[in-house]
């Protein structure tokens, strides 16, 4: 079973507020990604970190998305201005070193912006 | 472009009867394949993966799958299903390591008595 930590569980915010989650990847992973499942159970890859450098990431052209994984800190995923559009469950998974194919994810923080 | 497609939303089976989930992948080159499980207010767990090589992979909880280059398939199946198998099953497609998963839509599994 993974080791991914997500917090928190659970997100309400309202329209243009910040949201702000956070993932501990598992013990010596250190590639972290984000997605963002919806409703409808469409995955949307958001961003990726190995270490503390970006791998790939979306066009964020909205600017309303930020991540980042400090060394010694969680990963974090911020909406500075929340859309309703934005509410869904968003994911981090990370892989072990040798083995970056496999994704181990956590619970999800599951955002709902009124 | 690449993509992944699962054609049943959902399924219902009987405990104790057997499990096949279709996937189809759309990928130039040799992807690898992935089936993830999803409990419900879980996250994703990992079923199996299959890198190239022998096309029939041996996952957990009694699971398998078959990739077939040919047919572009990746099925997933299950001889046996219990009550605790009730998820949704995602397949998911990855062009090497380390780069991000692509996803079918799922397969909702209902168990029945």
């Known amino acids: 079973n993974s080791k991914v930590i997500q917090t928190p569980r659970y997100l309400v915010k309202g329209q243009g507020q910040k949201a702000k989650m956070r993932c501990i990847p598992e013990k010596g992973h250190p590639v972290v990604f984000w997605y963002q499942q919806n409703k409808n159970n469409e995955f949307k890859f958001l961003i990726n970190?190995?270490?503390?450098?970006?791998?790939?990431q979306i066009d964020m052209t909205e600017k309303r998305f930020s991540a980042e994984c400090p060394s010694n800190s969680p990963c974090s995923l911020e909406i500075q201005s929340s859309e309703a559009g934005d509410s869904a469950l968003y994911l981090c998974?990370?892989?072990?070193?040798?083995?970056?194919?496999?994704?181990?994810f956590g619970p999800g923080t599951r955002l709902l912006v009124l | 472009a690449q993509s992944v497609t699962q054609p049943d939303a959902r399924v219902t089976v009987s405990e104790g009867a057997s499990l096949q989930l279709r996937c189809k992948y759309s990928y130039f080159g040799t992807p690898y394949l992935f089936w993830y499980v999803q409990y419900p207010r879980q996250g994703l767990q990992l079923l199996l993966k299959?890198?190239?090589?022998?096309?029939v992979v041996q996952g957990v909880n009694g699971f398998e799958a078959e990739f077939s280059k040919s047919n572009s398939s990746f099925h997933l199946r299950k001889a046996s299903v219990h009550w605790s198998d009730w998820a949704v099953y995602f397949c998911a497609v990855s062009p090497v390591g380390g780069r991000a998963l692509i996803f079918g839509t799922g397969t909702t599994v209902s168990v029945s008595p």
């Open positions: 970190f190995q270490n503390q450098e970006v791998l790939q």
């Open positions: 998974a990370s892989s072990p070193p040798g083995n970056q194919d496999t994704q181990y």
């Open positions: 299959y890198y190239p090589g022998d096309p």
